[in-house]
């Protein structure tokens, strides 16, 4: 009998999930802290433009953070636009700014994308400029 005691203990023991959580006392508090890059815009419509002229697009953004923000990186998503950006570090309460020059070699609509990674977060912003070749 003690043996079937022990063995059913041990089986109940087996199947038991044992989960321990973390408690956040109300002291405690999570933070998540909004991006402290606002844009001016972050889609343009730059309706009907002419077919083999470049077309330089400037995106606009504050920094509303605490701290000195720099521009990590700037990658067009494809070779038809060049980019340019802010080289030094944003203070906080300046501006600074992302250019794109998009070379309009084909007729027709078009939708095209600059990504943009800064020293504040590993999360891209995603800038989106769209028209029409004429």
Not at 70 to 90: L, R
Not at 105 to 128: E, I, R, Y
């Amino acid at each position: 009998m003690k043996i079937v005691k022990i063995s059913l203990l041990s089986f109940t023991l087996a199947f038991m999930s044992f989960k321990v959580e973390p408690k956040i006392s109300s002291a405690q508090s999570v933070k998540v802290m909004p991006s402290t890059l606002v844009w001016k815009a972050e889609n343009i419509d730059l309706g009907e433009i002419p077919q083999n002229v470049p077309k330089e697009i400037v995106f606009e953004f504050k920094n509303t953070g605490l701290k000195a923000i720099t521009i990590t990186k700037v990658q067009p998503s494809c070779g038809c636009t060049a980019a340019d950006y802010t080289k030094e570090a944003i203070a906080p309460g300046a501006s600074g700014f992302i250019k794109a020059t998009y070379n309009a070699a084909n007729k027709g609509s078009f939708t095209k994308t600059v990504t943009v990674v800064t020293s504040d977060s590993d999360t891209q912003n995603l800038l989106m400029f769209k028209g029409t070749v004429i």
